[in-house]
């Protein structure tokens, strides 16, 4: 389980230095604008201890690991590693807020003979994974992610949907010193949205890594480490140095 959460912490880290760099809203202005003094507590991952993370005194956390029952989900496709879902937020409704959301499997019917049959539709189950086609990392971001997380957004407004190619070369290079005989690749991508959730108007940067199991997985495909941050649309770029170091600040439970 350890292996598992460095993993993704791991990854997260790399992705959330290169939408800092990339962001057009941060500036060092906006970093001088932060309060001089900040206290950070160190919390633990409450499910199972697995992380501790430093988080600004007075904010909330909610979530943590996750282990799906394949007698629920239908299928053990979905239980062959623990998940993590997991947001750092400064108030009860996330007004500002970076959250981890768990990476999922899916199945591409299209490279199955059942499903070339037609025995496998969209939106159906096969071995506990949805069945959906390979999307892009900005298509699976928009149809998948967005949606999840935010069931109740209205007036979306996409501002910028960008590939990370460098990024995806970096994970399957990662991947592949551990796993050589895989036939992994991998896509990346960010987008960024501003919607109205609760009153308020928001702007979010979202980041998300799709793997393809090619032929190895016959079909298989899924997201990996990929978590969003939001904040008011007009306080973003003030609020981006504090995900910084809540980012940073991971240290595993050994």
Same mark, same amino acid.
């Given at each position: 389980?350890?292996?598992?959460?460095?993993?993704?912490?791991?990854?997260?880290?790399?992705?959330?230095?290169?939408?800092?760099?990339?962001?057009?809203?941060?500036?060092?202005?906006?970093?001088?604008?932060?309060?001089?003094?900040?206290?950070?507590?160190?919390?633990?991952?409450?499910?199972?201890?697995?992380?501790?993370?430093?988080?600004?005194?007075?904010? %909330?956390?909610?979530?943590? !690991?996750?282990?799906?029952?394949?007698?629920? $989900?239908?299928?053990?496709? +979905?239980? *062959?590693?623990? &998940?993590?879902?997991?947001?750092?937020?400064?108030?009860?409704?996330?007004?500002?807020?970076?959250?981890?959301?768990?990476?999922?499997?899916?199945?591409?019917?299209?490279?199955?003979?059942?499903?070339?049959?037609?025995?496998?539709?969209?939106?159906?189950?096969?071995?506990?994974?949805?069945?959906?086609?390979?999307?892009?990392?900005? %298509?699976?971001?928009?149809? !998948?992610?967005?949606?999840?997380?935010?069931? $109740?957004?209205?007036?979306? +407004?996409? *501002?910028?949907? &960008?590939?990370?190619?460098?990024?995806?070369?970096?994970?399957?290079?990662?991947?592949?010193?551990?796993?050589?005989?895989?036939?992994?690749?991998?896509?990346?991508?960010?987008?960024?949205?501003?919607?109205?959730?609760?009153?308020?108007?928001?702007?979010?940067?979202?980041?998300?890594?799709?793997?393809?199991?090619?032929?190895?997985?016959?079909?298989?495909?899924?997201?990996?480490?990929?978590?969003?941050?939001?904040?008011?649309?007009?306080?973003?770029?003030?609020?981006?140095?504090?995900?910084?170091?809540?980012?940073?600040?991971?240290?595993?439970?050994?």
């Amino acid at each position: 389980m350890i292996r598992i959460v460095r993993f993704i912490l791991l990854f997260c880290s790399i992705m959330f230095l290169l939408n800092l760099l990339n962001s057009t809203a941060f500036s060092k202005a906006s970093a001088m604008e932060q309060p001089k003094t900040m206290v950070f507590n160190r919390v633990a991952e409450p499910k199972e201890k697995a992380f501790t993370i430093l988080i600004p005194k007075g904010w %909330q956390i909610e979530g943590g !690991i996750m282990r799906i029952n394949p007698l629920i $989900q239908g299928g053990t496709a +979905q239980s *062959i590693a623990a &998940k993590l879902d997991f947001a750092v937020k400064k108030d009860r409704q996330g007004s500002v807020m970076i959250r981890w959301l768990p990476d999922i499997l899916y199945f591409d019917a299209s490279m199955s003979p059942a499903g070339q049959m037609g025995l496998f539709p969209p939106g159906s189950n096969y071995n506990g994974m949805t069945v959906y086609p390979l999307m892009s990392a900005e %298509q699976f971001i928009s149809r !998948i992610v967005f949606p999840f997380a935010h069931p $109740q957004a209205s007036s979306v +407004q996409i *501002i910028e949907q &960008k590939s990370l190619p460098k990024l995806a070369q970096k994970y399957q290079q990662r991947v592949l010193a551990f796993m050589p005989q895989m036939t992994f690749s991998y896509e990346a991508a960010i987008m960024t949205v501003t919607y109205q959730e609760g009153g308020t108007r928001y702007k979010e940067k979202i980041v998300t890594v799709i793997e393809n199991w090619g032929q190895l997985g016959a079909g298989i495909w899924g997201n990996k480490e990929t978590f969003f941050i939001r904040t008011p649309v007009k306080e973003f770029a003030h609020w981006q140095p504090i995900f910084s170091i809540i980012q940073n600040s991971v240290q595993l439970n050994q």
